[in-house]
C-alpha cells in the first residue's frame, strides 16, 4: 500500500492505492486544520469502511440474492466483506495502482479480471485533483471483457456529523428499507427525509436511496465555521444516505454520515430499466465526475 499527499497552499489530501481510498482532507481555516472528511482510523490501516471515502466500481450497494440476469444468462455473485450480499463491487477491496501522480493531482488505476465470484473484467480509473479549497473527483470504468454486461459507478465518502449539520440534497422519491438492508418500495418523500431545503440528519438509523437527484448538494456545518458544496455530473442521478445507530452498531458515536453519489440504484440489477446501470459492450465506457468546494465562513 502507497499512500500519496496531495497538496495546495490550503489543503491537504491523503490517497491510497489500497482500495484506491482517501484517508483524509483537510483545509485551513482561522482555527487551524479543519477536516471535511471524516479522517481514516487506525492511520488508514483499517479496513475499508474506516477510511474517509471509497470508489464503488463496477457497481455500488447490494445486489439482491447475489445474482441477476442479462440479456438472457444468468449471472450468481459471491459475497464479501463480511456482508450477506456481494458489496460495493470490487474496487474498494482491490490494490490500485499509480498512473500519474503531481503536487496536487494523482490518477489511479484498476485492472480486474473476471472470476468465479463476479462476472466484470473492467478498467476502472479514478482521479482526484486539488484547487485551493476545492476536490475534483473523477471516475471512469471500461468494460475490457467479451460479452456485454451491466456497470454502475459510485463514491462513498464519510461526512463530519455535529449537533447543527444540515444537508442540501433535492431529490423527488426515496426507497424504504427491508430488514436485509435491500429496497422494498419506492415512495414519496417524508418530512424527516426531506433535504430539499436544508435540514438536520434524522438521529436514528437511515440507510436509504433517493431517485430524482440534481446532482447539487450542500452540507453547512455552522459550528465549524465551513460549507461544502458538491456538485456532480449527469451520470450521477441519485444518492443513498446511511446514518447507523447505536442499536446496530455500538461503536458509532453519532460523529458522521455517509452521503454516497450513485448512478444508478440500489440493487438497480433488479428493477425495471436496470435501475441506471448502463450496459457496456466490450470497450466502452461509463464515466462520472463529482466536484466539491468548500466556503470558510
Sequence with gaps: MDVLRLRTNVAELKLSTQGAAV???????????LPLLRPARHGGNGAPDETSAFPLVPFGNRVGGNAFTFSGRDYRLTANAGDRYRLHGDG????WGIEAVSDS???LILRHMADAAAPWDYLARQTVTLDGRGMALALSVENTGKVPL???LGWHPYFPLAARTRLTAPASSVWLEGADHLPTEEVPIAAELDFRKAAPLPNCWVNNGFEGWNGCARIDWPERGVTLKIDAGPAFSRYVIYRPDTDRDPAYAGDWFCFEPMTHSVDGFGLAGMG???QLDPGNSLEGRIVLEALVH
Design 23 to 33: 484517508l483524509g482532507w483537510e483545509i485551513d481555516a482561522s482555527a487551524g486544520r
Design 92 to 95: 474498494w477491496l482491490s490494490d
Design 105 to 107: 493531482s494523482a490518477t
Design 150 to 152: 451491466p456497470f454502475g
Design 276 to 278: 441506471g446501470l448502463v
